[in-house]
């Protein structure tokens, strides 16, 4: 319990989180999934969120400007940068903040792993300084009123 | 906890030697010398770790002794832990969504079977 491990899909080494996941799906339709705004809306955040995209522009360069509103009414700006899309197997963008927030900035690559049929989904955050991860800390803080319903998520995960 | 004490618990946690000297302290205290007897390091520089790392909380230093043994402070890893848990709930709740969400496509794409994993 160094605090370097927290759980077996989950790894922290200093400013890098690591998530993965097995989803029953080819991948072509994951990365459909993570690439079109209608599809995007209908999944991301946790339960009770919901997802405002006002552009979405999936290619180098190109912006994703999207609002969460969270199930306690506040509101999270997120822009996002594209560095790298490589259809259907890799995606990787910046998180910049918004005009109108404090930015925050993290770097995050997704790949896609084709495996059968089905699709392993590796999410790679990578900070890039303490003092960026200290921000990030305070805006998920902000979310701490849908703790009730990560509760009840978590308890349908453990059923699963 | 002050935000500020987190970042410099993340900045002490981003080094190797000092990471893999919490992991040394998790079996029990140990002094410098001991702590310092895997790595190739000088006892300074193994000093230097040992200051950053008491600095952010992370470890506590006796005074009983000359040799001031080292043990760990729970505190700021527990905070640091549960950070990463808040982070990683939030992303298995939004996987859990998007795997509901495919079987759902796939439910709407395929209706001529290929059912069977409705559970």
Known sequence: MAGIKSSPDTEISARELVFTRVFNAPRELVFKAWTEPEHVAQWWGPNGFTTTIYEMDVRPGGVWRFVMHGPDGVDYKNKIIYNEVVKPERLAYSHTGDANSEPVHFQVTVTFAGKGGKTELTMRTVFETAAELNRVVKEYGAVEGAKQHLGRLEKHLANM | ?119
């Open chain 2, 1 to 119: 906890m002050p935000p500020d004490h987190l970042s410099s618990t993340f900045a002490a946690l981003s080094d190797p030697t000092r990471r893999a000297i919490l992991a040394r302290l998790v079996s029990g205290e140990a002094t410098v010398k001991e702590l310092a007897e895997p790595f190739e390091m000088s006892l300074p520089a193994i000093s230097k770790h040992l200051k950053v790392l008491e600095r952010s909380g992370l470890i506590a230093r006796g005074r009983e002794a000359q040799w001031r043994p080292c043990r760990l402070e729970a505190g700021p890893l527990k905070e640091v832990a549960d950070w990463v848990e808040h982070y990683r709930r939030f992303w298995e709740a939004s996987f859990d969504r998007l795997d509901n969400y495919l079987r759902e496509l796939q439910r709407k794409d395929k209706k001529h079977g290929r059912d069977k994993e409705q559970s």
